[in-house]
């Protein structure tokens, strides 16, 4: 068992920057790839990046490339998202996700936090 406490949500005007961040505890997690997806009040829950255990490589949504940037530290257990140049369309439920191999499906991933609100001010 995979628990993830997802924080650093919060509310910024356009064109700020927030920084998410993901703990995770119980079972090693060092060895799993890491997600980050989001879900906007009446749509589906998409993808936003991905990260292999190594680090090594990312992965991320069109809508958001050159904006947003993940990154891990396995010592910690913690994965981050980097958001800048934020847009009100990012506004949504941010969440994180663990799964045996880098995927950008949902279905690929086992376990997955709470979620915390990002709310983008025009």
């Not at 090693?28 to 936003?48: D, H, I, L, N």
């Amino acid at each position: 068992q995979v628990h993830l406490v997802e924080s650093g949500g919060g509310l910024v005007q356009a064109g700020g920057s927030l920084r998410l961040s993901c703990a995770a505890s119980g079972r090693t997690t060092s060895s799993y790839a890491m997600g980050w997806f989001r879900q906007a009040p009446g749509k589906e829950r998409e993808f936003v990046a991905a990260i292999s255990w190594s680090g090594i490589s990312t992965y991320y949504a069109d809508s958001v490339k050159g904006r947003f940037t993940i990154s891990r530290d396995n010592a910690k257990n913690t994965v981050y998202l980097q958001m800048n140049s934020l847009k009100p369309e990012d506004t949504a439920v941010y969440y994180c996700a663990v799964a045996k191999v880098v995927a950008r499906s949902h279905r690929d991933y086992d376990y997955w936090g709470q979620g915390t609100q990002v709310t983008v001010s025009s």
